[in-house]
């Protein structure tokens, strides 16, 4: 299987370096590896993953775009000027995975005339990808299939670790499209409860997530204090579920679906 990845400069380090990739390996094609991705995200519609993976690969292709964290949305700029096209782009730039990623599902969204796929932001960082793209349709899956090889994976699905580092596939793995075995079931929203003086990581994922779907101004810090406590009550009344103010399986469902 083969994935769009967006890695590091012609140095390999995260800043510095020309625009453009010098080498032919700031944004490549690669065989698919393992980097310990935590939820690979899905479009429901076959037609954005298609593309999305279409453009992935045009970016990698397309030595005039390269990697750097400092100058990460000029991709996004000659992306957009260049129609939305990876491959027409004509003045050197750079991207880092998580902003090549975001303006690339943007850009798939302009040209099918998505809207939910248009405000998907450029600025978008790993840590709350997955919440900009739930909210612009995508489905999160964690089930252990499709995160611990590429057997299951579509073309066009996106690998993500929330911590590190995201990629695209761009060819269909040797079971896409195949329905599980039978076994035990695994939940698609498998989160930790969120419920006030809670820290961690599932705390920063509900603040990126609430503030996504609904336009809030949360703090994303990982501390459930009482600004996150009135979120949750808040996110259920919008969402219409039960108002118990702790961040459960259904209410993380219902935040982060469709």
Not at 3 to 26: H, L, M, Y
Not at 30 to 54: I, M
Request: charged content about 25%.
């Amino acid at each position: 299987m083969t994935v769009s990845n967006c890695g590091s400069n012609e140095f390999g380090g995260i800043t510095g370096g020309r625009p453009g990739d010098q080498t032919g390996g700031e944004w490549r094609l690669r065989s698919w590896y393992g980097f310990r991705q935590n939820v690979v995200l899905v479009h429901p519609d076959a037609r954005v993953n298609a593309l999305v993976a279409d453009m992935a690969e045009a970016a990698a292709r397309n030595d005039r775009v390269g990697y750097c964290q400092a100058h990460r949305t000029t991709f996004y700029e000659q992306l957009k000027a260049a129609g939305w096209r990876p491959e027409k782009i004509a003045a050197d730039c750079e991207a880092d995975c998580s902003s090549g990623t975001a303006a690339i599902v943007q850009g798939a969204g302009h040209r099918l005339g998505d809207e939910r796929l248009q405000k998907v932001s450029k600025d978008c960082y790993t840590g709350n990808l997955r919440a900009a793209l739930v909210g612009a349709g995508y489905e999160a899956r964690t089930e252990s299939r499709f995160l611990t090889g590429d057997a299951y994976l579509p073309r066009g699905a996106i690998v993500l670790n929330e911590k590190r580092h995201v990629n695209i596939q761009v060819t269909d793995g040797a079971r896409a499209g195949e329905p599980a075995a039978p076994g035990r079931g695994e939940e698609v929203y498998s989160f930790r409860s969120v419920r006030k003086g809670m820290r961690g990581d599932h705390v920063s994922l509900f603040q990126s997530a609430y503030n996504e779907r609904f336009g809030g101004s949360l703090a994303v810090d990982g501390s459930a204090g009482p600004a996150t406590h009135a979120a949750i009550g808040d996110a259920q009344k919008r969402l219409g579920i039960a108002q118990d103010y702790s961040c459960g399986p259904d209410t993380w469902a219902h935040l982060l679906g469709a």
